[in-house]
Structure formats: structure tokens, C-alpha cells
């Protein structure tokens, strides 16, 4: 059973930096994309970024300059960096992959259970 854990959310002030992490674990085959999405309160989920198994990567327009994202460890953990965060940054931060269980099943997304990012003006 795959699991993605989230950590290193928080309450920081306007300005401020935050890292989150996200560990995969199960039985997985091969991981093709890992990333983040976030989800305000009244809003859709949307993409902040993610980075695939060649490492590209894409970024929402909002975060660019400011969040980092990056893997490590068969790219079975993922971070994001955020600097310079803003109150419009407020959100549920959910962790995402794209993966394969075995080499004959076709990928799918998982989710794991999300961590809030509360940022004061």
C-alpha cells in the first residue's frame, strides 16, 4: 500500500520561509512525477509545482521566483521551498504522485493527506 506523508507545515509571518516534505513509501515500482498542490479555503485544488522522473519541472505562475522544488532518494521524497511567502499562500499543501505499482499496471496519482501553510500579514 503506497503512503505519502507530508511534513513542515506551519503558521510563519508575511516574508517569512517554510520547507515541506513529502516521503513515498509502499511497494512502488517507479515514480514518474512527484509535486505539490494546495487547496484555500472556498478555492480548487491547484498545481504549485512538480517535477517528473527527467526532472522537469513546472511551476504555478504565482510561485515562480519564490518556491523550489526538488527530489531525492529515487525521487521517492519531494521538497518545497518557500520563500518570501505571502498571505495569499494560505492553504492546504497536498503531496502528489504519479506512479506505477508494478511494471504491468498503469500509472495512477496518489495523494497524501495535506499539511496547512498559515502565513500573517
Known amino acids: 500500500q503506497v503512503q505519502l506523508v507530508e511534513s513542515g507545515g506551519g503558521l510563519v509571518q508575511a516574508g517569512e520561509s517554510l520547507r515541506l516534505s513529502c516521503a513515498a513509501s509502499?511497494?512502488?515500482?517507479?515514480?514518474?512525477?512527484m509535486g505539490w498542490y494546495r487547496q484555500a479555503p472556498g478555492s480548487q485544488r491547484e498545481l504549485v509545482a512538480d517535477?517528473?522522473?527527467?526532472?522537469?519541472?513546472v511551476y504555478s505562475d504565482s510561485v515562480k521566483g519564490r518556491f523550489t522544488v526538488s527530489t531525492t532518494n529515487a525521487k521517492k521524497t519531494v521538497y518545497l521551498q518557500m520563500n518570501s511567502l505571502k498571505p495569499e499562500d494560505t492553504a492546504i499543501y497536498y503531496c502528489?504522485?504519479?506512479?506505477?505499482?508494478?511494471?504491468?499496471?498503469?500509472?495512477?496519482?496518489?495523494w497524501g493527506r495535506g499539511t496547512q501553510v498559515t502565513v500573517s500579514s
Open positions: 509502499g511497494s512502488i515500482f517507479r515514480i514518474n512525477t
Open positions: 517535477i517528473t522522473r527527467g526532472d522537469n519541472i
Open positions: 502528489s504522485a504519479i506512479l506505477q505499482l508494478n511494471a504491468f499496471t498503469r500509472t495512477e496519482r496518489y
